[in-house]
């Protein structure tokens, strides 16, 4: 390349044929390319996941061929562009390259000016499918929080993260206590992602027993037990290309984690029933209200299957701590409500009552404000809400949700160190690192200050 010249693109070039991948390389190189070459597709496996803007590879190599350099180039990378070379006698594999998502092909012998305009033509297509996937995923941003009111106060954090890890295929495990919004967030999640348009499938691993539970998630063989009358597929199958939502995945029986494990690392699904088994293409995400952790300790929930859920961790805040959305979370509710009873005269709460609302902990979180608010709108008589109409419908506060008593008498810094400590872990949801983290101390401190036995 010429000094001072603007690279074409890097290319990665796979050949075990080392004199005509050398060849290709110095000549790529003079025509402006920036080129790496390697001798073999178990090298190239190794450099995936480097930053080249084009494979260019053999077909027939001995031990990881062309077409599994393609495969993993395709996962890792799927709007990179990949360019197979083969010879005229392997043709058919050639034409089975581009059914498995490659650019191009080219028989040997070719010229390399042939090569270089295929390769300006990927790359160009390569970068206006990165341009349209850049403006449909802000088109879908600006209408997948649409639902989560308040996206720009307490809650930013979490939909920031949303937007961040949308495109990625890695589970994530959303954490927050009862009525927080986790689904919305999991809507969300989907909604920005490139699997959008694809299925979204939710699941409340509370909902159902174990055997129908497993028959859901993986389907079933006719026969396979009592009331199996046909087979299905399951919705692991069903969501192909999409999400699935695993909400109250805290609840899942010990069994049915051993076997989402396995689908979750080995990308496979076997209905119940069944001797075979079934590749599939979804992304997990799961949602919790209980501390996995203490779980996994207890032996309640399988430790490696939470390491394989909380790679991406996403911490939902209580209502209590989402004071600066409260005002547009009232407005949505009453929204909300006055759309389902249109005959209410209600327009709007009263100072006194929005201060009663504002003072209340909120244990059930944005569900039960919805649901006071629609209360409010369907009992009332009048235009305005009054603080004694919302009164009888707020439940009582939780320990959970109350601050530490410092009143009199004095007590230790110890006491007083220890009851904050108490305090933070419950307005944190019982998630112990989370609280460890959010006080700037480790996790053996925390439980010396919470008089229990540190597990390690």
Not at 6 to 22: S, T
Not at 170 to 182: A, M, N, S, Y
Not at 344 to 359: E, I, K, Q, T
Not at 442 to 451: C, E, I, N, P, S
Request: proline fraction near 5%.
């Amino acid at each position: 390349m010429i000094p001072g010249t603007k690279a074409r693109g890097h290319v990665l070039i796979v050949d075990d044929d080392v004199p005509l991948g050398e060849t290709l390389t110095e000549e790529l190189a003079n025509d402006g390319f920036v080129t790496t070459h390697v001798t073999s597709g178990r090298e190239a496996a190794r450099r995936l996941e480097e930053d080249f803007d084009v494979v260019v590879t053999d077909l027939r190599m001995p031990g990881v061929d062309g077409l599994e350099v393609l495969a993993l180039s395709r996962r890792i990378a799927p709007e990179r562009p990949v360019i197979v070379m083969t010879a005229f006698s392997a043709i058919d594999s050639a034409i089975e390259s581009i059914r498995q998502g490659a650019y191009h092909y080219l028989t040997k012998p070719f010229q390399v000016d042939e090569l270089a305009l295929f390769l300006d033509r990927a790359l160009a297509d390569a970068r206006l499918r990165r341009e349209a996937s850049a403006m449909r995923k802000a088109l879908r941003g600006k209408a997948s929080f649409a639902h989560v009111v308040g996206a720009e106060g307490s809650i930013r954090e979490a939909c920031s993260m949303v937007a961040r890890v949308a495109d990625a295929t890695t589970p994530v495990l959303l954490l927050g206590e009862t009525g927080t919004g986790k689904g919305l967030l999991a809507r969300a999640l989907h909604d920005q992602s490139a699997r959008a348009t694809r299925p979204f499938v939710t699941i409340n691993c509370a909902a159902l027993p174990e055997n129908l539970l497993e028959s859901e998630l993986f389907g079933h063989m006719r026969g396979a037990f009592t009331g199996a009358v046909t087979n299905r597929a399951g919705l692991l199958v069903e969501a192909a290309g999409g999400t699935v939502f695993l909400d109250e995945i805290g609840e899942m029986p010990l069994p049915l984690q051993a076997k989402l494990l396995h689908v979750i690392e080995r990308g496979v699904v076997r209905a119940v029933g069944s001797d075979k088994e079934k590749l599939i293409d979804v992304r997990f995400v799961t949602a919790t209200n209980r501390n996995l952790r203490d779980q996994a300790s207890a032996g309640q929930f399988r430790e490696d299957l939470l390491f394989r859920l909380n790679v991406l961790t996403i911490d939902i805040p209580p209502l209590r701590r989402r004071r600066d959305d409260f005002t547009a979370l009232v407005a949505h509710a009453l929204e909300q409500a006055r759309a389902k009873h249109p005959s209410s005269p209600v327009r709007r709460v009263s100072p006194g009552a929005f201060d009663l609302l504002l003072a209340h902990p909120w244990p059930g979180n944005v569900r039960e404000l919805t649901n006071v608010i629609e209360r409010a709108v369907l009992l009332g008589s009048e235009v305005e809400v009054a603080a004694s109409e919302i009164a009888p419908s707020l439940a009582p506060a939780t320990p959970a949700a109350t601050t530490p008593d410092f009143a009199r008498p004095v007590m230790s810094l110890q006491e007083m160190n220890r009851r904050y400590a108490r305090w933070a872990v419950d307005e944190l949801g019982g998630r112990r690192v989370v609280t460890a983290e959010a006080l700037e101390i480790d996790r053996k401190t925390l439980a010396k200050l919470l008089g229990e036995p540190h597990k390690g």
